[in-house]
């Protein structure tokens, strides 16, 4: 029998099974589809999550973007470089998620990919876990199978807080020019934003919606439009659909033995729509808390909920009020919040976790409303 199995190879199951690992707890991954697997991604991460690791990601990251440039229909455009001491690092998830898992492997962890669960049963105070390769136990399991995953839904978990977003992605191989600069353009699209983030060898560039009903819109010949900016034929490259699981509200990410981490949980910044850092904080802490729950701490699992809560959850909530307000104003939203450097700037330190919603989102909020009333 395993301390802990994980359902799901990403970024929170990976970190969870890295530090559960690292702590001597026996671990099994169980990931459905076989490593390295491609994941729709815009691919930028928070060089803050170095921090809650003990090794070197240079061999995980392909290109740093120090600088970002926003467009209102791709003109009228701000640029400012970020100005913090390492920027933002732009990743291919297929490299780094397999990197993360290869690292707990390290350790010790166990993975079987190209495994999938097919369902769950709690006995004897044990998680028993089917796949079609056979039966596995564990004393406790995380739920981090992503947006679409089964598991909450398997485990209980039927009505969860959260904002379902759509994205569409493109990769675009091609000869980058001024990898260092991250794009986002806001007039194109209802209700969210287009991105282009630059890779070593292209670009990923992509289009989601964060807020509310957006109406009809027809992401693909938007996302062709924007390519276009930027050289690349769109409809030449393979196009991913993917669903963005929201946080939109705090909510009990803990049951009998198991929690939610990831996307799973919800986690995913409904301003930005960033999901690898708080994914991968959601791992590190759903791995502390097994870790003491193994070791006999009962009130473990139910620490996990309120600490995703005060630690992450609080700060969303800024997050989520930010979004609502500007994507349903972005042109004013434009003017008054993002045209300026200094703002560029400020969104650049909230992506690479040098600052908090909390630190800036009430007066950005008045600033927007005095822009409303105006």
């Known amino acids: 029998m395993y301390d802990c199995i994980i359902v799901g190879a990403g970024p929170a199951g990976g970190s969870a099974a890295y530090h559960l690992a690292k702590r001597g707890r026996s671990v099994l991954v ?3 589809e076989s490593l390295p697997r491609y994941k729709p991604c815009g691919g930028g991460v928070s060089p803050l999550i170095a921090q809650w690791f003990d090794f070197d990601f240079a061999i995980a990251i392909s290109i740093k973007a120090d600088t970002i440039r926003c467009t209102w229909n791709m003109d009228d455009p701000v640029e400012a470089e970020i100005g913090t001491p390492e920027p933002v690092w732009m990743v291919r998830r297929d490299i780094f998620d397999h990197f993360l898992i290869q690292q707990a492997q390290k350790q010790g962890a166990e993975l079987r990919d190209n495994t999938e669960v097919t ?4 006995q004897n105070n044990s998680w028993q876990v089917h796949t079609a390769s056979g039966l596995v136990t564990g004393r406790y399991l995380i739920a981090a199978d992503g947006a679409k995953g089964p598991m909450a839904r398997w485990l ?3 009505e969860r807080k959260r904002l379902l977003a759509g994205a569409l992605e493109a990769e675009a191989k091609a000869d980058v020019k001024n990898g260092n600069i991250a794009h986002f353009e806001f007039g194109m699209v209802k209700n969210g934003y287009l991105w282009n983030f630059p890779k070593a060898d292209g670009y990923s560039i992509g289009i989601g919606t964060f807020v509310g009903r957006s109406g009809a819109q027809d992401f693909k010949s938007i996302l062709s439009e924007y390519g276009q900016k930027f050289g690349v ?3 030449t490259c393979q196009q991913y659909g993917h669903a963005l699981c929201l946080w939109n509200g705090n909510q009990k990410l803990h049951t009998d033995n198991a929690v939610l981490a990831g ?3 919800c986690v995913v910044d409904p301003f930005t729509a960033e999901g690898i850092r708080p994914s991968i904080f959601s791992g590190l802490k759903a791995a502390e808390a097994i870790d003491k729950a193994v070791g006999g701490d009962i009130n473990a699992l139910e620490d996990y909920t309120n600490i995703m809560h005060e630690q992450w959850g609080s700060d969303m909530a800024w997050a989520q009020k930010l979004a609502g307000l500007f994507y349903r104003f972005a042109g004013i939203g434009y003017k008054v919040g993002v045209k300026r450097p200094s703002s ?7 992506l690479c976790g040098e600052l908090r919603y909390a630190d800036v989102a009430s007066r950005a909020i008045k600033r927007l409303t005095s822009g409303l009333a105006g």
């Open 30 to 32: 169980l990931e459905k």
């Open 119 to 122: 369902g769950i049963e709690f």
């Open 156 to 158: 209980g978990f039927k």
């Open 233 to 235: 034929d769109i409809k």
């Open 263 to 265: 996307e799973a949980a």
């Open 344 to 350: 560029v700037q400020i969104m650049g330190k909230i």
